[in-house]
């Protein structure tokens, strides 16, 4: 998501009229103005009224549309105001050429020896064909570039606000990594190097690439890299259990999502408690997405709490909703023994 790389895109504005799904609206719009001015026009309409309007309103959608289709390559690198007057010349262009020729069929049979002989009135109907073209198309074009800013304005504040979040994560993991190496120290040092070792790695993997989704492959591996820091620390009270079926390597996900997710479970969850507890992991893909679950035991009342950040779960919770919209689900189930998170990511198709 690069606002900055994609200025060609910026500038043109205008929808893809190639697409069957840009078509079908405009020409349910065209539908709709057909309706309108057959209500205007006549007290008493008909249905052979609607059906003349709808005609013309309709070819002159689909001329334009396909002109503006057809030179896409070539003015969709132009200035914001070069293609708007060629688009803005296209409709007009389009309502004259479809308003003659309408005048030709309806008045004249198609006549070939009565082509371009049209009474004064005929020459009004097209004078007033293009006023009212001129008048649509400007708002329609003006309407379709105010949508492009704000989907630009959208994507810029979406971008920033998961750099934030992202940028979050780092102080919140080393602050708790840290924490977990000095505990080392004191009883163990050459698991304390050990784990040093493997805090760099983590800080190297998580500091290098900032970009919002990563395969699957680097996601797993950071999570297990820090299973085993903190497996160091904790040692038998931490049992791991991972269940992975048949997960594509590639399968796009944001980054550091599942991380604070399995810090949290184990921070207010297995390290909490006295004989410690199992971390179930478990990860299934099909056609549609990703299902991912993770159980830890829940503490009695008796044990002490740790003090969180109140960073985990509503940060993963934030993300989700930035890059998924409604698409992605994260569930917690809360019961007296045990707490567990799940999640649904849709797949992306890099």
């Given at each position: 998501m690069n606002i900055q790389n994609n200025e060609p895109e910026a500038r043109y504005f205008l929808p893809d009229f190639c697409q069957l799904q840009s078509l079908f609206l405009l020409v349910l719009t065209a539908e709709l103005l057909a309706i309108i001015f057959t209500l205007i026009i006549s007290t008493q309409p008909s249905w052979m009224l609607l059906g003349l309007i709808s005609m013309l309103c309709q070819w002159i959608v689909l001329v334009s549309s396909g002109l503006i289709c057809v030179f896409k390559s070539y003015i969709e690198h132009w200035k914001v105001w070069q293609i708007g007057m060629v688009s803005?010349?296209?409709?007009?262009?389009?309502?004259?050429?479809c308003t003659l020729v309408g005048i030709w069929f309806y008045f004249y049979q198609a006549n070939f020896n009565h082509f371009g002989s049209m009474t004064a009135i005929q020459w009004k109907?097209?004078?007033?064909?293009?006023?009212?073209a001129s008048i649509l198309g400007g708002i329609l074009l003006r309407y379709f570039y105010l949508q492009q800013?704000?989907?630009i304005r959208l994507a810029a504040e979406t971008q920033a606000k998961v750099e934030a979040l992202h940028a979050r994560i780092h102080p919140h993991f080393l602050f708790n990594t840290l924490n977990s190496v000095a505990a080392l120290i004191?009883?163990?040092?050459q698991q304390a190097e050990v784990a040093i070792e493997n805090l760099a790695k983590l800080m190297r993997a998580t500091l290098k690439d900032m970009?919002?989704?990563?395969?699957?492959?680097?996601?797993?591996?950071?999570?297990k890299n820090y299973l085993e820091l903190e497996k160091l620390r904790l040692g038998d009270r931490l049992q791991i259990k991972i269940e992975i079926d048949d997960v594509d390597e590639n399968f796009l996900l944001p980054g550091l999502i599942l991380q604070p997710l399995i810090e949290n479970a184990i921070l207010h969850g297995v390290s909490r408690m006295t004989e410690g507890g199992l971390l179930d992991f478990s990860a299934q893909q099909n056609e549609e997405g990703l299902q991912i679950s993770i159980k830890n035991p829940v503490p009695d009342n008796k044990s002490p709490k740790r003090q969180g950040h109140g960073i985990?779960?509503?940060n993963v919770q934030q993300r989700l909703e930035i890059i998924y919209l409604q698409s992605a689900k994260m569930k917690v189930i809360k019961e007296e023994e045990f707490f567990q998170i799940n999640l649904w990511i849709p797949e992306i198709k890099s």
């Open positions: 803005y010349f296209f409709i007009l262009l389009s309502t004259m050429i109907m097209v004078q007033h064909n293009l006023a009212i800013q704000y989907r004191p009883t163990s040092p970009r919002v989704m990563v395969p699957w492959k680097k996601e797993i591996q950071l999570c985990g779960l509503d």
